[in-house]
């Protein structure tokens, strides 16, 4: 979500978490999906915010731990949850190579995309990145390249194509720009032809991520099936997008059974749209997408923010491949 040259600003957000109750309204009460349910595939989706949540600082009693950190996500591989399809934003190239090799017995195998390099300031001089890791049998990778040129570090998306369940599909993990708009709309219009690509060739696609937009906003009606109604025309459903609890954000329309809502994945100053001065809000900036015409009985959840490994909440996502 965060520039990494804005730091302490990020900082100052997590500080604030601490007063949400006192500032911002407590996020509804929405539904939920049980560990147990039924469909075959499992999805996340975590921005772990790796670098600028640094240890030992933020709204936790003894801050941000990056060991919490690591243990949170191969917990979704390990624990009840039993993921096929880990997508993270926000990762230390560090963090990546301990996940690789504690999700490697899981039967997992990921994708980094550097975004930054070679710079002592950021995960200790590290790269620093998104990354992607899926079950299956590698087909093929690939990292889309979305950097339109004027951003603070480059906008790349990590893609695994599998062979998983007898099926083929593409994964890809997705962290558009957060500091310009119209550059986020021409990242995220290279990302759909990509991806609409992939898909009118017959292949499913996954794309998991930190989207830096609400669901209302015009740029996602490239996304967003017709079904949501309004403007929407592409090709994917939403994990949480059958979550019609009139208090999500932003709120469905009574009567709705499916629409561009769903809980919250994060709360911060200057949730986008950007507003001026900045307050603490609640948004939903978080999501995963499934090609329409490949996956049915979609269901996602926003997960409890977990204050000592980040500033977003998991989103996780469940469907079952169509006929």
Not at 69 to 88: C, F, M, N, T, Y
Request: charged share 20%; net charge negative; aromatic share 8%.
């Amino acid at each position: 979500m965060r520039s990494l040259r804005t730091l302490a600003a990020t900082l100052a957000t997590a500080a604030a978490l601490l007063f949400t109750t006192v500032v911002s309204p407590t996020p509804a009460m929405a539904d939920t999906v049980p560990v147990n349910t039924p469909q075959s595939l499992r999805f996340v989706s975590y921005n772990i915010c790796g670098h600028s949540c640094a240890e030992g600082q933020g709204p936790a009693v003894g801050g941000y731990d990056n060991a919490q950190r690591i243990a949170a996500v191969v917990a979704e591989a390990s624990g009840p949850w039993k993921a096929d399809q880990i997508h993270l934003q926000e990762v230390c190239q560090g963090q990546y190579d301990e996940l690789s090799t504690k999700l490697a017995p899981y039967g997992f195998s990921g994708r980094f995309a550097a975004t930054v390099t070679g710079k002592a300031s950021i995960c200790g001089g590290f790269a620093y990145g998104v990354a992607v890791f899926v079950k299956g049998a590698v087909v093929q990778t690939k990292t889309i390249e979305l950097t339109q040129g004027t951003e603070k570090e480059r906008i790349r998306v990590p893609c695994v194509k599998t062979l998983y369940q007898s099926r083929v599909s593409w994964a890809c993990s997705v962290h558009l720009y957060w500091d310009d708009n119209p550059v986020r709309d021409a990242e995220a219009a290279d990302l759909r032809w990509q991806a609409e690509a992939w898909e009118r060739a017959g292949t499913p696609v996954v794309l998991g991520g930190d989207f830096n937009s609400l669901p209302e906003d015009p740029m996602m009606d490239g996304f967003y099936g017709p079904a949501v109604g309004g403007s929407a025309k592409g090709l994917f459903t939403e994990a949480d997008q059958s979550d019609t609890d009139p208090g999500n954000l932003p709120a469905c329309t009574p009567g709705a059974t499916v629409c561009r809502g769903g809980e919250p994945t994060f709360t911060g100053r200057g949730c986008p749209p950007i507003t001026t001065p900045e307050t603490l809000t609640d948004c939903k900036i978080d999501y995963i997408f499934f090609s329409s015409r490949h996956f049915k009985n979609v269901v996602g959840d926003s997960m409890p923010l977990d204050k000592k490994v980040t500033d977003h909440r998991m989103v996780r996502g469940a469907a079952d491949w169509a006929v």
